[in-house]
């Protein structure tokens, strides 16, 4: 029986010796915990980024194919008001002629534009406003143009 406490005594001052850590070793755990938390947030927020970057980007795409399709609608439109001022002589004056012309400069010019814009996350939010701006500008523009 004696033995028996004897052998519980030194397993559980063992145990107490190896499950004490001194200060030091409590720091180093507790710096590879955080060393750890932030490496996994770290490659979190990239992978946030990137997801992010990945649907701004494909909302662009959305929004430029949007975009050739009411430029499509556009020449269309001002190409029919063309073809009905040239058919009616007392509209189809000179002056509105001219206004088509610029109706339809404007259009080719925001087609350059969407075309030639290269996608951007620092610039896509201001450049999809102005564009989307001008394109209703140049839509109202057309119908009030209609006779």
Known sequence: ?????????????????????????KQINAQEKLDNANSD???SNQDS?????????EIFFSARKDWEK?????????????????????????????KLGVLQQRNDD?????????????????????INERMSDLVNSIKSNKL
Do not use: H
Not at 2 to 24: D, M, T, Y
Not at 49 to 57: P, V
Not at 115 to 124: E, L, V
């Open 1 to 25: 029986m004696k033995r028996i406490n004897v052998i519980i005594a030194v397993v559980f001052i063992a145990a107490s010796i190896i499950g004490c850590q001194s200060p030091q070793d």
């Open 41 to 43: 947030l770290s490659k």
């Open 49 to 57: 980024a990137i997801k992010a970057q990945k649907d701004s980007a």
């Open 70 to 98: 009411q430029i499509n609608i556009n020449q269309k439109m001002i190409a029919e008001l063309k073809g009905n001022a040239s058919m009616d002589k007392k509209k189809g004056t000179t002056d509105y002629f001219n």
């Open 110 to 130: 925001l087609t350059e534009t969407i075309r030639s814009y290269a996608y951007n996350d620092s610039t896509w939010l201001q450049s999809k406003r102005n």
